[in-house]
T-cell receptor
Framework: EDKVVQSPLSLVVHEGDTVTLNCSYE??????LLWYKQEKKAPTFLFML????IEKKSGRLSSILDKKELFSILNITATQTGDSAVYLC????????????FGTGTRLQVTL | GAGVSQSPSNKVTEKGKDVELRCDPI?????LYWYRQRLGQGLEFLIY????????KSGLPSDRFSAERTGESVSTLTIQRTQQEDSAVYLC?????????????FGNGTRLTVT
């Protein structure tokens, strides 16, 4: 059975701190790893990672994948209160079984 | 449209009634997914449509739940004889499909409350 574990489950930091969120997975037929940010409603897409060791960046957010050790990290530098959200990761599968199985997420709260 | 559209945005229903939730995917997206999210919980996969292939219904929690999709357009999720434990946000997402390594795009969901 596919398994996705995110850690920590929740995190409270001060504005300006740097955070690292973790996602480990055990799936068959891995294709890519996706990160989403969920505030009040719909999860919004952040990154898709397909290759190991290649960092993807978007502003203060960055992410990297390790396909050998089956994990990914999401870094947020100089956090802001607007970064407060639940961050979800999901490994996408190849072939016919291309549904996404999401982790339970990391709830990040950034305080002033 | 520009994004995935779901309706209604909120639905309150009495226990035992049937409800129908609607999803309009992004035009051209062949894959469509339904997820359920209970309060404070993660996303729970319900069903997945890919083009004209048979849907993956492996996540439907009971036979009270069913979903249809006409071609590559609108999908409806039907819950019969609703129970209080069905209360959740029901999220729909679409993507270009399995032949493309593309992300899912989510709608804003339907918040269902069963009283």
């Amino acid at each position: 059975e596919d398994k996705v574990v995110q850690s920590p489950l929740s995190l409270v930091v001060h504005e300006g701190d740097t955070v690292t969120l973790n996602c480990s997975y055990e799936v068959t037929n891995f294709r890519s790893l996706l990160w989403y940010k969920q505030e009040k409603k719909a999860p919004t897409f952040l990154f898709m990672l397909t290759s190991s060791g290649i960092e993807k960046k978007s502003g203060r957010l960055s992410s990297i994948l390790d396909k050998k050790e089956l994990f990914s990290i999401l870094n947020i530098t100089a956090t802001q209160t607007g970064d407060s959200a639940v961050y979800l990761c999901a490994p996408a599968l190849a072939g016919t079984a291309s549904k996404l199985t999401f982790g339970t997420g990391t709830r990040l709260q950034v305080t002033l | 449209g520009a994004g995935v559209s779901q309706s209604p945005s909120n639905k309150v229903t009495e226990k035992g009634k049937d409800v129908e939730l609607r999803c309009d995917p992004i035009s051209g997206h062949t894959a469509l997914y339904w997820y359920r999210q209970r309060l404070g919980q993660g996303l729970e996969f319900l069903i997945y449509f890919q083009g004209n292939s048979a849907p993956d219904k492996s996540g439907l929690p009971s036979d009270r739940f069913s979903a249809e999709r006409t071609g590559e357009s609108v999908s409806t999720l039907t819950i019969q004889r609703t129970q209080q434990e069905d209360s959740a946000v029901y999220l729909c997402a679409s993507s270009l499909g399995r032949n493309y390594n593309s992300p899912l795009h989510f709608g804003n969901g339907t918040r269902l409350t069963v009283t």
